[in-house]
């Protein structure tokens, strides 16, 4: 049986820990070089037995100049989307080594608004730094990686996500750390 298709109290172990919700976000129109590495990311979640809300991030033919839809219903989508993970218990994870307003909006309204766990990743290389507002936050848990080892980065996000069921701080959100 497929863990989305039990009952939502029951929860599925697999090679990632238990089946989460989880809400990937990526730089659209703050550029599209990172694709094929987004694509990787969000298919290897859902390997891992995980639902993932990605919408075009991941979409090869979409270019930086965004969807064919109109900002305001990208926006509404997107938080909805939002809403629903937070509703289900669920984190948001966002590759962040591309600069993207988008992204950083997402980030925020996920810590902010909805209070649900936000993991970040990070790979060295595309700017001089992480961003202070995503490295400095102590309720972001970054991951530091190299894009010449994919497998380190999968098992890092995976030991994330199996702490994601301890104890929670006064915000509601686990404890975070910088990986």
Known sequence: MRCDTLPAQKRCVL???????????????????????YRAIVENLRTGGHHVIAGEVTNPELHGGGEPLGDQEIFERDLAWIEEISRLGGVLVAEVSTPSTGVGYEVAAARYRFRIPVICLYRAGRTQRCSAMVAGDPEI??????????????????????????PANDAGIPASRDL
């Not at 989880?22 to 659209?28: K, N, Q």
């Open 141 to 166: 848990t970054l991951i530091r990686y190299d894009k010449t080892d994919m497998a380190e980065l999968f098992a890092r996000l995976g030991e994330v996500l199996r702490t994601m069921d301890q």
């Open 15 to 37: 090679n990632y820990g238990p089946f989460m919700h989880i809400y990937f976000s990526g730089s659209i129109s703050g550029g599209r070089d990172d694709v094929d590495l």
